[in-house]
């Protein structure tokens, strides 16, 4: 009972869950491959089609082993989070599959390093002024301008020296500084 208990806690659908995501993709692993929805024939079919096409096989237990074999948690995303999953599971909306890759993307990059941004270093010794030159691994998805300026603001206390950051804004590159 306690375990069933925790179980739907764990997989509750309550705003995103990355482990209901998770467990309803092997399910959808695990019946796609028993219903041989994989391959080239399958593959070069419509979308429309996709959603209803079976051709038994009984070959789902054999791929769940293989995917947790050979995928982390990210590239079994990568592979097995799809169009037709993402419609069947209404994760989207028909009107919103142009946007599915991108989408895709985002969430991805959201798992990916916790969520946080990946801001490398440059130069600590910018304009040969001993400031520091940061930039932002854009992939996508803008930095949060409000929490971006605060961290800047105490990377210049702790640097003494001004803090600039190299990302993009509105789809421009920015420059964005501290203490300058």
């Given at each position: 009972?306690?375990?069933?208990?925790?179980?739907?806690?764990?997989?509750?659908?309550?705003?995103?869950?990355?482990?209901?995501?998770?467990?309803?993709?092997?399910?959808?692993?695990?019946?796609?491959?028993?219903?041989?929805?994989?391959?080239?024939?399958?593959?070069?079919?419509?979308?429309?089609?996709?959603?209803?096409?079976?051709?038994?096989?009984g070959l789902g237990l054999?791929?769940?082993?293989?995917?947790?074999?050979?995928?982390?948690?990210?590239?079994?995303?990568?592979?097995?989070?799809?169009?037709?999953?993402?419609?069947?599971?209404?994760?989207?909306?028909?009107?919103?599959?142009?946007?599915?890759?991108?989408?895709?993307?985002?969430?991805?990059?959201?798992?990916?390093?916790?969520?946080?941004?990946?801001?490398?270093?440059?130069?600590?010794?910018?304009?040969?002024?001993?400031?520091?030159?940061?930039?932002?691994?854009?992939?996508?998805?803008?930095?949060?301008?409000?929490?971006?300026?605060a961290v800047l603001e105490?990377?210049?206390?702790?640097?003494?020296?001004?803090?600039?950051?190299?990302?993009?804004?509105?789809?421009?590159?920015?420059?964005?500084?501290?203490?300058?």
């Amino acid at each position: 009972m306690e375990f069933a208990e925790l179980q739907a806690g764990l997989l509750a659908p309550h705003g995103f869950n990355p482990y209901r995501l998770g467990y309803l993709l092997l399910k959808e692993v695990e019946e796609r491959w028993d219903k041989g929805r994989f391959g080239p024939e399958y593959e070069a079919l419509p979308l429309g089609e996709r959603l209803t096409y079976e051709r038994p096989t009984g070959l789902g237990l054999k791929q769940l082993f293989q995917v947790r074999t050979v995928h982390t948690d990210l590239s079994f995303l990568d592979s097995f989070l799809t169009p037709e999953f993402a419609l069947r599971q209404r994760l989207l909306n028909p009107e919103d599959l142009p946007r599915f890759a991108e989408a895709k993307k985002a969430l991805l990059f959201r798992l990916t390093n916790g969520g946080y941004p990946i801001v490398e270093l440059v130069d600590a010794n910018y304009g040969n002024r001993g400031e520091l030159l940061l930039e932002h691994a854009y992939e996508g998805v803008e930095l949060d301008l409000k929490k971006t300026q605060a961290v800047l603001e105490n990377l210049y206390r702790l640097w003494g020296r001004p803090v600039h950051l190299k990302t993009v804004v509105g789809e421009k590159e920015t420059l964005l500084s501290a203490g300058s």
